[in-house]
Each structure stands twice: as C-alpha cells, then as structure tokens.
C-alpha cells in the first residue's frame, strides 16, 4: 500500500476533498449493494449501447472522477472507441486546445503533471509510472482508445463519462504538447534496414512482426506491447526504454544484450512504422 500524500493537506488530519471522497467510497464498501451503486452501473453498462455516452455534446464539464468501477474491465472486456480528430480549423482547434489544457489541469494533472510530463504528485506511488506526454507523438486513434477504455494494468482509467467535446480537447490538448517533428535525415533512412532485421530477432514476439503491438506473447501482457502504428517516441524516449526498460511492464532493458550502434538502429525503425497501415494487427 503505498501513500497518498496528494490527498492530505499537509497533514494526516487535513484531508483534502477528494480525500473524504475516497473514504466515503470505501466506508461504502461494506453496505448492501445496492448503497454501492455497484449493481446501478452494471446494469447502465449492460443496457446502454456501446457509443451512447461518445454522443454527448454537453458544455465544458467540471472536475470529472473516474467511475468507481471501470465499465470497460466488467467482464475483462474494452468497448470500441469513436476517434476523435481535433478541429481542422486552426481557430476552432485553439479554441479546443485551450478548453483541453483547462481539462487535463483538473483531471490529468496529479498523474501527468502539469506540463504532461508523467511527473504529477501521484507519480511517485504508481508503477508503470504514468506516461510522458510530451515523449511521443500519437495517433488521434491511440488517444480516443485510452480516453474511452483506460489502459489496464496500469492506474490509467477510462474517461467515457466526460461529454464527446470534452474528450476530442483533451485530444487535441494532448497533441499539441509535441508539435510534429522533422523528416528523417539520410543516415536515419540508412539505419532501418539493420533496424528491422533487429526488431524481428529481439522485439516481434511482443510488439508483432510488423510492430502493431500484436505479437504472439502480447495477449498475456498487461498493459499491452506498444503499437508503433500509433504512437511514436522522441528518440530521446526510444532510447531510453532500450537502455532501461520500463519498470512495471514485460518492456526489460537491452543495453546488456545490444550494442549502443544497435540501439540506434531499432529507435530509427520503430519510429519509422507510425502511422502506417495496419494489416491484419488485431487492434
């Protein structure tokens, strides 16, 4: 069990009230359940169609808690997710962006950080840590998925109760924390041949053959394999999690078993696959 300093004021005697929130809901825990609300959210989720909360489109909602029971976890499955594409329209995109930004302070800030950096005060106690926003870039399809379902084995959950609008701002705020990077130079584009031949040998049992986080070990995995198809690390990141690994995922570090020229070849082959068509990839 570890602390939850963020939840106090200073002190053990000062919670703050998202702290009394959390001990209402465990002192609930041992009444009927019907005071739960247990049965009352498995029978919404049981009767309302997949989609019914994606079509919303409510105002600028308030600080959102996460339901207390995932719908997406109740009975180990995820719902499908509509995806949501940031406005074309650079005003309207602002406009968005800024809408999301005051979002994510509410909502995402105490895991993530203010800035998105996966540095937040929650942090400390959680594993995998959350992630670094600003360290990749994402498909819009990517985000509505962890938006809508959450990410399991990891504190990440599902949002889908916040309004359709709510969620495309949190997209494109998320988006705009790492603007779209430059083409790849020559000795980049030289490096992907060795690159691939590297991630077939040591990283497509996880991560599939083709890198859309469908290899055969990935069903066992949570959370899942990363999909390159959908997110693509700075290289600074990519590196990173070669050389150390990412505690608290089946992701184990490589700097023992591949050379640091090696290392660099497989960063400029994984960020090479984003955004390419997936083929039969099973996401």
Request: with cysteine.
């Amino acid at each position: 069990m570890p602390p939850y300093p963020w939840l106090f004021d200073g002190s053990p005697n000062q919670p703050t009230q998202e702290g009394l929130d959390v001990l209402d809901y465990l002192q609930s825990l041992g009444r009927a359940r019907q005071l739960s609300g247990f049965d009352r959210q498995t029978l919404t989720s049981s009767i309302q169609p997949e989609t019914a909360d994606m079509t919303m489109a409510n105002g600028p909602s308030a600080r959102a808690t996460p339901p207390a029971v995932p719908i997406a976890m109740i009975g180990g499955y995820s719902l499908s997710a509509a995806v949501l594409h940031p406005a074309s329209d650079p005003d309207d995109l602002q406009e968005e962006v800024s809408r999301g930004g005051t979002l994510f302070a509410a909502n995402c800030a105490s895991c993530h950080g203010s800035a998105g950096r996966g540095d937040g005060k929650a942090s400390a106690s959680l594993l995998p840590k959350p992630a670094n926003l600003t360290a990749a870039t994402f498909a819009d399809e990517r985000l509505s998925s962890v938006l809508w379902n959450g990410v399991a084995g990891t504190a990440m959950p599902p949002w889908r109760q916040l309004p359709t609008e709510d969620l495309r701002a949190l997209v494109a705020y998320i988006q705009s924390l790492h603007p779209p990077g430059a083409t790849p130079s020559m000795q980049e584009t030289t490096s992907l041949s060795e690159g691939e031949s590297l991630f077939v040998a040591n990283c497509a049992s996880c991560h599939g053959g083709g890198g859309a986080g469908n290899g055969p070990a990935a069903g066992v995995l949570a959370p899942s394999p990363t999909n390159f198809h959908l997110k693509k690390p700075t290289q600074e990141r990519a590196g990173e999690v070669l050389e150390n690994g990412v505690p608290g995922t089946a992701m184990p570090p490589w700097r023992t078993q591949l050379s640091t020229d090696q290392r660099r070849a497989l960063v400029e082959f994984v960020r090479s696959l984003y955004a390419l068509p997936q083929e039969n990839s099973g996401q």
